[in-house]
């Protein structure tokens, strides 16, 4: 009896301590999940640092309620912010890996990693100019007297259109990064089969390679709608009018001047983090596979 415990400790305690580590792990990594979740349920009397590890007298959702309504237009300037950002972002990527993998040209060794630089500048060095050159662009659109109601479709300053505008742009040098790869592990067979059918090179990736990359645009539509959703910024500095700002700015302005409602603003941050949430929860299977398709291919 004791050699056989013996030998079910030496076969399964490896494991067991493995994860009951990772248990631990789990919990002290989500422990501010616990306190941004009670304290959101608590009246505001109730929520302070003293009491912050405390379950709610009685939980509510009136910090919920509140939280929502003061969000609920920032929340419609997001979606229109990165859901547009998001597509345009995805398929200018998929279109650049696609030329760049498949079809070489003079100077595209050299093309290729001055695109990946754009990765590495920081968003603060760029503001400035950045800020220039989309307030030239409103005056470019008010000296051709645009109408206003297309005036924002403009990618000017202190609209939505010009802050999709610089997601785009920085998102190309991710998004190319991650199709270029996944195209390269498809057998260029495919490719040369459908130039002798006399495809021509738009037949070819919309026929041909477009299908195939479902997995990548998964992968990087997933991390594009998480990074635009998320950044505050460019959110912040480049809309000008409260109105039309994001809702990571509005969760920022929950703050009173005078009082901060915690149980509000952990809350609002519950109701902001929702959306990506939901995102990984119900299409993180889709992330992992579309990671692990270029690798597994060929």
């Keep these: 009896m004791k050699a056989a415990r013996r030998h079910w400790w030496l ?8 994860y009951l580590a990772l248990l631990a792990a789990s919990a002290f990594y989500l422990l501010p999940v616990y306190v941004l979740v009670v304290t959101s349920l608590k009246p505001y009397a109730e929520a ?33 912010l990165t859901i547009p950002a998001t597509l345009l972002s995805s398929l200018l990527g998929s279109i650049n890996g696609y030329v760049l993998s498949k079809w070489r040209f003079r100077g ?3 093309l290729f990693p001055i695109m990946l630089f754009g990765m590495f500048i920081p968003y603060q060095s760029v503001l400035i100019p950045l800020v220039q050159v989309l ?6 659109a008010e ?5 206003a109601a297309l005036r924002g479709l403009v990618p000017g300053y202190g609209s939505i259109a010009g802050l999709a505008f610089v997601h785009i742009v920085y998102g190309i040098p991710i998004t190319t990064l991650i199709f270029r790869n996944y195209y390269a592990t498809v057998p260029n067979e495919l490719v040369e089969a459908a130039k002798i059918d006399g495809a021509n090179i738009f037949k070819v990736y919309r026929w041909v390679l477009f299908p195939l ?3 990548a645009f998964a992968v990087v539509m997933i991390w594009q709608f998480t990074s635009i959703w998320n950044e505050f910024l460019f959110a912040l500095v480049l809309t000008q009018n409260p109105a039309i700002r994001p809702v990571t700015v509005a969760l920022y302005n929950l ?14 941050a519950l109701l902001a983090a929702m959306p990506t949430l939901l995102v990984y ?12 398709a270029g690798a597994l291919k060929g």
Aim: glycine share 8%.
């Design 11 to 18: 076969r399964h305690g490896s494991r067991l301590g493995i």
């Design 48 to 80: 302070n640092l003293a009491g912050m590890w405390h379950l709610p007298s009685a939980p509510s959702l009136e910090s919920f309620l509140r939280a929502f309504e003061q969000l609920r237009p920032h929340f419609r300037n997001s979606l229109y």
């Design 108 to 110: 595209s060794e050299v």
């Design 135 to 140: 307030q030239k662009v409103n005056a470019v």
């Design 143 to 147: 000296a051709m007297r645009i109408p």
């Design 213 to 215: 990359s479902m997995p």
């Design 255 to 268: 703050a009173g001047s005078y009082i901060v409602e915690w149980n509000v603003q952990m809350a609002g």
């Design 281 to 292: 929860i119900f299409l993180g299977r889709f992330f992992m596979r579309g990671l692990l």
